[in-house]
Antibody, heavy 121, light 114 residues
Framework: EVQLLESGGGLVQPGGSLRLSCAASGFTFSAYAMTWVRQAPGKGLEWVSAISGSGSSTYYADSVKGRFTISRDSSKNTLYLQMNSLRVEDTAIYYC??????????????WGQGTLVTVSS | DIVMTQSPDSLAVSLGERATINCKSSQSVLYSSNNKNYLAWYQQKPGQPPKLLIYWASTRESGVPDRFSGSGSGTDFTLIISSLQAEDVAVYYCQQYYGTPPWTFGQGTKVDIK
């Protein structure tokens, strides 16, 4: 059974940093791209970032480019999202997700339960 | 980036009746080399992550009831719930995955019971 478990969310002040983790199990982690999607309170879904199965290719939404860094550690079956220079508008539930695709995911068949990031002074 | 626009924003349907949600993309998501539409549909219930319903515009994900169906091609797509059940109350999103990222989602359509 595929499982994705996010952690690392919390309350942080504007300008601060946070690192999210997503522990994956139940599939060959290195064979699939991984994706982060976020959802602000009461709002819709927003794609944030993606990484290829090898980790050599990364992709970012314009809204986070230069501030967020996606990475993965295949020895730990874990996906990361390093978030720097956080803004109030980054407040959201952050989901990790995966599905078909090695260079990038086409669609998300599997989702974690999400971790809440709150940016507030 | 490709903009996805859903209609309506919300709808209320009687139990057992048909619900229709539309999704329009700002450019075609049909890849001519394989004749596939790079379009997915998700269902999200309160407090839960999204759940994949449909991919390649019309392929139902394993375990999804056959009352859910997807259709359309190019820029215009439809999700139909043929006979609404109480457990179908949720927000539904379309998503395009044409070419390299970013994905883009529609704004969501909230489905309620009338």
């Amino acid at each position: 059974e595929v499982q994705l478990l996010e952690s690392g969310g919390g309350l942080v002040q504007p300008g601060g940093s946070l690192r999210l983790s997503c522990a994956a199990s139940g599939f060959t982690f290195s064979a699939y791209a991984m994706t982060w999607v976020r959802q602000a309170p009461g709002k819709g879904l927003e794609w944030v970032s993606a990484i290829s199965g090898s980790g050599s290719s990364t992709y970012y939404a314009d809204s986070v480019k230069g501030r967020f860094t996606i990475s993965r550690d295949s020895s730990k079956n874990t996906l990361y999202l390093q978030m720097n220079s956080l803004r109030v508008e980054d407040t959201a539930i952050y989901y990790c997700a995966t599905g078909e695709g090695y260079n990038w995911n086409y669609f998300a068949k599997y989702w974690g339960q999400g971790t809440l990031v709150t940016v507030s002074s | 980036d490709i903009v996805m626009t859903q209609s309506p924003d919300s709808l209320a349907v009687s139990l057992g009746e048909r619900a229709t949600i539309n999704c329009k993309s700002s450019q075609s998501v049909l890849y001519s080399s394989n004749n596939k539409n790079y379009l997915a549909w998700y269902q999200q219930k309160p407090g839960q992550p999204p759940k994949l319903l449909i991919y390649w515009a019309s392929t139902r994900e394993s375990g999804v009831p056959d009352r859910f169906s997807g259709s359309g091609s190019g820029t215009d797509f439809t999700l139909i719930i043929s006979s609404l059940q109480a457990e179908d109350v949720a927000v539904y999103y379309c998503q395009q995955y044409y070419g390299t990222p970013p994905w883009t989602f529609g704004q969501g359509t909230k489905v309620d019971i009338k």
